[in-house]
């Protein structure tokens, strides 16, 4: 599949890092170092901007290197890019830690994983079928 992109990063595209990579990693676009202190988070510009096709999403997801050694993640998980969406993919990231976290640029921050979607028609109804489960909620098909 083609995805039409602007690159305004000094950065190359970005891309899958092994064969079987399902996502692609995000690198920070800064002019200077950004510090995200403890509990802070802020937007992180990217420098890209995407056309997906119709039918089509794109979702950002933390690094889980990031996560482990840093306690750096990301707010809104998975976000969704809409396949309507033009402006800059911008990454919201928070620093979960006790520490001052420095973003640099070029740095990976995020990665992209593109998917298909399916459109629905509610069918409004009076009952649903029954399931094993039922309507247990949180925990209800135990450990």
Do not use: C
């Amino acid at each position: 599949m083609k995805v039409q992109i602007i690159n305004k990063s000094r950065h190359p595209l970005p891309h899958y890092a092994t064969e079987q990579s399902a996502g692609m990693d995000l690198r920070a676009n800064l002019d200077n170092p950004i510090i995200l202190k403890p509990m802070e988070r802020k937007i992180i510009p990217t420098g890209l901007y995407i056309a997906l096709p119709d039918g089509y999403e794109a979702q950002i997801r933390p690094r889980s290197g990031l996560a482990i050694k840093h306690g750096i993640t990301l707010v809104n998980t998975p976000g969704t890019i809409d396949a309507d969406y033009r402006g800059e993919i911008g990454i919201i990231m928070i620093n979960l830690s006790d520490e001052d976290f420095e973003i640099k640029d070029g740095e990976r921050i995020a990665q992209m994983v593109i998917n298909k979607y399916e459109k629905i028609d509610w069918q409004p109804v009076n009952s649903l079928d029954k399931t094993q489960r039922g309507s247990g909620g949180f925990g209800s098909t135990g450990q």
